[in-house]
């Protein structure tokens, strides 16, 4: 086990959506066959936002050119892990931390892992979506508008 460290309140696994259904029944469970790091662990980033340092896209990124970027950020699902709820002890992945290319920023906490499975209800589905602009009821003849992020929970609902 790695050096046991604090995390935010929400911190994100990256899956591709094949294994979706498989989260859905199952929540995140560690893989003890894990060839090249801790056996059992869940890994997650300990981050509000993905970005091109988030593994897999800090490999998916490294040659392509910047207007194909947010393609492959919308490609995943985000499994917000809510951990103040959860509990669970996390530990810094030093082997991730350092195996990644250099960073604009500092990124010395941002791999994360939990030797816990992860129950589906500490779990929610973020995706990288288009902003939306969201119309509110005028009053007065004055229409107000807010902008919904582009990442965001998931309506999963409309998709099973």
């Given at each position: ?59 998916d ?51 994360v ?31 107000t ?16």
């Amino acid at each position: 086990m790695g050096k046991i460290t604090s995390v935010e309140r929400y911190v994100y696994h990256v899956s591709h959506p094949k294994n979706r259904l498989s989260i859905l029944k199952n929540g995140l469970k560690g893989n003890t066959n894990h060839p090249f790091n801790v056996k059992g662990a869940v890994f997650a980033h300990n981050d509000i936002e993905p970005s091109i340092e988030w593994y897999p896209m800090n490999l998916d990124c490294i040659l392509m050119p910047m207007e194909q970027y947010i393609q492959i950020l919308e490609a995943y699902d985000y499994w917000r892990i809510d951990t103040q709820a959860l509990g669970a002890d996390w530990f810094l992945d030093e082997i991730m931390t350092k195996d990644t290319w250099p960073s604009i920023r500092p990124t010395h906490k941002l791999y994360v892992y939990t030797a816990t499975n992860i129950p589906l209800e500490y779990l929610t589905l973020c995706k990288v979506q288009e902003e939306r602009v969201c119309l509110q009821q005028a009053v007065e003849g004055v229409v107000t508008a807010s902008l919904k992020p582009a990442f965001r929970p998931y309506d999963i609902n409309r998709y099973l």
